[in-house]
């Protein structure tokens, strides 16, 4: 009897690593993977999971005009480049929303740290995503399709006695980056060992980078742990994810970490995880970072709703004094500001804050 | 350094005792200069004596005179020099100019240069500098193993009856800094804390800050805001269930000046005594 045909070993074309390594531009989402491990391209797309690593060629530059590098900086794209991008999933009110689907014929370009997938909405103020036609799934030389989850970090149970405070806001561009960059540098100059966790959205070395400059002793996001992004993945996945990047961040002697949460807390997976134990019983508080006052009360609202309270707003809404006095009225919280939070006295002062309840419970 | 024989202090090379003296330059506007002295055999396990002078502003006099001792242990001193001109009430910390970002940035640098590590340091202060550094550890507990606030003028009591920088009550406008020395007082209630003081200072002087508040609160004199605030700081860390890890030591026959502490006072003795330790909590409260 002769074997089964293997639709994979079929279409399997051999790849130069070196080739592979000189030519195609590799995104950021790609970072963790040993490239040299590429050395076969399968054709077979519709297999494609989310985290998958696919060569494709660029056929139309739309909204993305650069692609976020594997090694940290931006590369203009050009018509015909060859570039290396995950296979995921985006959420993105701002931009668009897509899923981690490959079409034969062309794909999305669903964020420039190097997503691809099939664009389903796109907010009406942004251009068309640049489109990508695929040559195919890049493989091992056993024929094993390369999944960024290959590389991620070895998995781990939470750690106890580390500090977490959490950092949600009201929507995407909102200022949590900037305020949980912001208090992570407070910390650390105020002489504590901190880490800057990203533990939702899509991969993209902006937050990445802000947490590294923040001086951070440790710095991970979720593609650290095997996502390129965690739209549509399962919460447990989530979950484990985040306890795996406190773990390491405390064997790397970090105390305090700072965890922003993409997206407002009515984005899927934020709203489901701000129900789950990893944050109610491991976060020693949230902060919530708001465009504007009203944001400010309806997002204090959803926590109240859900049994949680931030101890303060922060966000873009701090820009304005008007707009702070207004929420801080109508909360009852402090409006933290980007300079409040970059004080190390400040930083401080609100960490030991948090901090309090425990110090009294262990008197 | 005023009121100080040359000849009195050792010398900046110190081959018999194992340690140099040197002059660190200020970087940058808001930098500052420091006195160091440097143990010929350093140990990274033992914490980094950091000397903070009063408004007389001796810090070389404290580097040298902690020298042979810190040297013995493997201990960098680090005196720095918060000068007249840029640095007029550097004592209160934050008010004017922020003293504990300068200092936090002089330490950065040092680590830099090998001569600190990450682990807290001892902290000790004279007269003004005793102000500054009870008020810096309020601020930033974890980064101290050691307080020593030798003849304070007065002090931040650790309670919101009076606004800061009595107290740690809010003072009025947004920048409240009260709260904020306050925040962390569960932890700066768990330091070791060694309060000395000359029996002789026992007189308001003319530098002595006097209002009828301050009077009231905390005594008229340094040896009464000495024992006042020890006990206060006793009363506070026993009410919130914490071990009291505080000491007052009376130095015999001094009164206000450094030097005479040192010689006859027993006062480098008391700086590299061990403090208190967790379990030997008996608080020596003078009467």
Known sequence: MSPAPNPTARTAIAVSPLALAAQAKWAFSTRRVRQDRASQLLADLAQARPGDLVLGRIVRIGFQKRLQLASGRPADLYTGDLVVMACGARYAPDQFEGLAELDADEVDILAAGGVLGRMRERNAKVAAPTRVAPLGLLADAAGKVINVGDHALPPLQAPTGMTVIGVVGASMNSGKTTASASLAHGLQRAGFEVAAIKATGTGAFGDYNSFVDSGARFVGDFTDVGMVSTYNEPLERIEAGLDTLLAHAAAAGCEIAVVELADGVLQQETAALLRRPVVRDHFAGLMFAAPDALAAVGGCAVLNAIGLEAFALTGTLSLSPLGAQEAEAATGLRVLGRDELLDPAHASALLAGLRAPALKAAA | ?287
């Open chain 2, 1 to 287: 350094m005023k009121n100080l024989p040359k000849q009195s202090l050792p010398p900046a090379h110190d081959t018999l005792h194992g340690f140099h003296i040197v002059w660190r330059r200020a970087h940058g506007r808001n930098g500052l200069a420091c006195w160091l002295a440097i143990p010929h055999q350093r140990r990274a396990d033992t914490p980094a004596l950091v000397a903070i002078h009063g408004i007389q502003r001796g810090a070389e006099e404290m580097a040298r005179s902690f020298a042979a001792r810190a040297a013995a242990e493997g201990r960098v001193v680090i005196a720095p020099v918060f000068d007249e001109a840029g640095w007029t009430g550097y004592q209160r910390v934050v008010q004017r100019r922020r003293a504990d970002l300068a200092l936090i940035a002089l330490l950065d640098e040092l680590a830099l240069e090998g001569l600190v590590g990450k682990r807290p340091f001892t902290l000790f202060g004279f007269s003004g500098g005793a102000q500054f550094a009870h008020r810096f550890a309020m601020l930033y507990p974890h980064r101290i193993d050691h307080l020593i606030a030798a003849a304070a003028g007065w002090y931040t009591l650790p309670d919101r009856h009076s606004v800061f920088p009595y107290g740690l009550g809010a003072e009025s406008g947004r920048q409240a800094w009260g709260p904020k020395f306050g925040a962390a007082l569960d932890r700066f209630l768990q330091l070791p804390v060694s309060v000395l003081v000359g029996t002789l200072d026992n007189l308001p002087d003319e530098t002595t800050r006097s209002t009828p508040e301050l009077d009231r609160r905390q005594g008229r004199d340094r040896l009464t805001r000495a024992r006042t605030w020890t006990r206060a700081l006793t009363q506070a860390a026993r009410a919130r269930g914490l071990e009291a890890r505080f000491r007052l030591h009376t130095l015999a026959d001094c009164g206000h000046r450094f030097i005479d502490c040192v010689r006859d006072g027993g006062l480098v003795d008391h700086v590299f005594a061990p403090p208190v330790p967790l379990d030997a909590c008996t608080t020596a409260l003078a009467a």
